[in-house]
């Protein structure tokens, strides 16, 4: 059987919880693709400054270099909020990103039949919905130098810098092209060139290469109205591609779509590496408890054997898996509630299913 190495970096709060059920799943999808997965775990953020003094090492990342698949879980929680910047849990996770070159991160925004009653939107606007955000994400504010406080006539005042090339511009666009071939070949690029030299760069850059895909429909938003047509009418997007901080923005209110932000996956690609993780953070609230929604941290798992292992079978697998444990009405609770053939589910119980019908040994036959 072949073997591949993953490295794992479950994190703080339920990072661990929801990455343990993700391993399992991935490991018997895996398994049943002729490819037989091997894991190796390291700290990181919170759980990595408690005992090393920042939030990751160089053999940490030296080692996820090497592996070029890793499946990340969340980090941050309250009790490391008042470090300095450098030592917080996030820039780790920034660190790391960076330190891949995984600046293309996919995020599927797709609604589950079984859960269109869970949105907070009416079901008849977001049934149907499947949009790919491509967010940008080793560049623009988040990495723009310069960046510093300082003080002006005894009024503090703080700057970052929103900086964008054109071959970061177009690197990311081709991943968004190439992506919109394989779906419903449109592209939406989304920026705010009415205000921003940045943005005005982006979009010129996008059309520079807009010619060598003439089979993609490339249209541009202005992020503002962007925010509220995902509101409005969300089944008009197919691939949306957008710079670091407004993806970061429109992906989260794109996530209140599918009903929880339990249920969102997302993939970081660059080169050969690739960087899977849920969009959720590590949730302190319910860290502990048993209670996480493993789903989001599973579908990145799906996402690793497509892009990764290029095991689409695998992906598929854990993909019908994800549906099917829906439609039997489980329900963790950030998705429950008390919607007739639905039942209270804990992290355990969700694993357990997703594991039976991945190995095919047991066919869902829970009676809500
Ligand atoms: P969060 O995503 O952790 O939680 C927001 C809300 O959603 C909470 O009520 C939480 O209980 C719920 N939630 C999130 N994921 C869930 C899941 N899988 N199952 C059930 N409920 C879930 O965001 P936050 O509260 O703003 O941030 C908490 C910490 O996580 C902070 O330290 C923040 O910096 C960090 N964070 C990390 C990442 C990451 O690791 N990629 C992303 C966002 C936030």
Redesign the pocket.
């Known amino acids: 059987m072949k073997k591949v190495n993953i490295v794992t970096l479950p ?5 661990p919880e ?1 990455t343990a059920v993700a391993v399992d799943v991935l490991t018997e999808a895996a398994r049943q693709a002729g490819v037989e997965i091997t894991v190796t775990e390291h700290l990181f ?2 759980c990595c400054y408690e005992k090393n003094g920042v939030p990751v090492t160089d053999e940490i990342l030296d080692s996820c270099k090497q592996a070029k698949i890793v499946l ?7 009790q ?2 008042n470090l300095s910047a450098d030592k ?3 820039a780790g ?1 920034l660190k790391l990103r960076k330190e891949l070159g995984v600046y293309a991160n996919l995020r599927p925004i797709q609604v589950y039949p079984a859960l269109a009653g869970a949105s907070t939107l009416k079901e008849e606007v977001i049934e149907g919905t499947d949009i790919l955000i491509v967010r940008e994400l080793t560049g623009g504010i988040y990495f723009g130098e310069p960046r510093y406080t300082s003080e002006e006539n005894g009024d503090p005042f703080s700057v970052d810098t929103m900086k964008y090339s054109r071959s970061e511009v177009q690197r990311v666009a081709r991943v968004a092209f190439e992506a919109a071939q394989k779906r419903d070949k449109r592209v939406c690029s989304v920026d705010k060139a009415n205000v921003l030299e940045s943005s005005r760069m982006w979009r010129k850059s996008i059309l520079e290469i807009a010619d060598e895909y003439p089979d993609v429909e490339l249209s541009h938003m202005l992020v503002d109205n962007c925010a509220m047509q995902i509101i409005r009418d969300p089944k008009q997007f197919d691939v949306m591609v957008t710079g670091n901080l407004f993806g970061d923005i429109l992906s989260d209110a794109a996530s209140m779509l599918t009903g ?3 249920m969102l996956p997302s993939a970081s690609l660059g080169g050969e590496n690739g960087l899977y ?10 860290a502990g408890q048993g ?7 599973v579908a990145s798992a799906a996402l690793l054997c497509r892009y990764s292992l290029h095991l689409e079978s695998a992906a598929q697998n854990i993909e019908a898996a994800i549906q099917k444990v829906l439609e039997s009405g489980l329900r ?3 998705l429950y509630s008390e919607e007739p053939g639905t039942t209270l589910a804990n992290t355990h119980q969700i694993a357990d299913m997703l594991l039976k019908t991945v190995s095919n040994k047991e066919m869902i036959t829970h009676q809500a």
């Open positions: 994190g703080d709060g339920i990072g929801v953020g919170g990340l879980g969340a980090v941050g929680g309250p490391w909020d917080r849990p996030e996770l929880s932000l339990g993780e849920p969009v959720h953070g590590s949730a302190p609230d319910i209670v996480a929604n493993p789903l989001a941290a963790t609770a950030d």
